[in-house]
């Protein structure tokens, strides 16, 4: 089945304590993303990946690092993770570099629910 | 930049009726997309509908379709024969022209379908 596998899907951890959300695809698509979604604010872009070894930062990377070393693979890392960093979040792939008119849909996975005491 | 607008924050319906989702965006673009994404319970965002900004017929998924009126750059949903399973949140998402396939999503409305 073609989907996106994220892990955790629930976490609850201190202020400081690093941590790392992965997110794996089996559909060979070249591009992932890293969403947050707060109420009332929607789903903001945190990091995004054209390619393996190609990251660039989204609407709201502050506190966020990311890796590709893999096609399939697109991990979320939390160094110092804080209160604010509370939040569902989503990784989402698709094929294709990039969508100039959008024709490539996203594939989300199935969230992850991070709380940080 | 992109901006996506849903000025509801939540709605109610009853099952078997039908309602309709605001939704506007502003671009300076010709030819996009534009998307309806589902959030169940469930938290997965699923896709509902997706219309392209040169066809002038509006897309339909089974129950669901879109009003799209490009000159007034609003993008509706309507839901006909609601049913209890359309209990979810809605959002509405324009993708960004350049490389990146980013979407731009609104606030989202919740919707409630009552028996």
């Known amino acids: 089945e073609a989907q996106v596998t994220q892990n955790p899907r629930y976490l609850i951890t201190v202020t400081g304590k690093k941590l790392t959300v992965t997110c794996s695809q089996n559909?060979?698509?070249?591009?992932m993303s890293w969403y947050r979604q707060d109420p009332g604010l929607g789903l903001r872009q945190i990091y995004y990946?054209?390619?393996?070894?190609?990251?660039d930062k989204g609407d709201v990377p502050e506190g966020y690092k990311v890796s590709r070393k893999e096609k399939r693979n697109f991990p979320l890392i939390l160094e110092s993770p804080s209160p604010n960093q509370t939040s569902l979040y989503f990784c989402?792939?698709?094929?294709?570099?990039?969508?100039?008119?959008?024709?490539?849909?996203?594939?989300f996975g199935a969230g992850s629910r991070l709380t940080v005491l | 930049a992109q901006t996506v607008t849903q000025s509801q924050p939540e709605m109610s319906v009853q099952e078997a009726e039908t309602v309709t989702l605001s939704c506007t965006y502003d671009t300076s673009e010709s030819n996009y997309y534009l998307f309806w994404y589902k959030q169940p319970p469930s938290r997965q965002m699923i896709l509902v509908i997706r219309q392209e900004a040169y066809k002038q017929q509006n897309a339909t998924e089974n129950r669901f379709s879109v009003n799209f009126q490009k000159a007034a750059k609003s993008f509706s949903l309507k839901i006909s024969d609601s049913q209890l399973g359309d209990t979810a949140m809605y959002f509405c998402?324009?993708?960004?022209?350049?490389?990146?396939?980013?979407?731009?999503f609104g606030k989202g409305i919740t919707l409630s379908v009552r028996p």
């Open positions: 559909m060979n698509h070249e591009y």
């Open positions: 998402a324009f993708p960004s022209t350049g490389a990146n396939s980013k979407l731009t």
């Open positions: 990946s054209m390619n393996v070894e190609v990251t």
């Open positions: 989402a792939s698709s094929h294709g570099q990039g969508s100039l008119s959008g024709a490539n849909v996203l594939t």
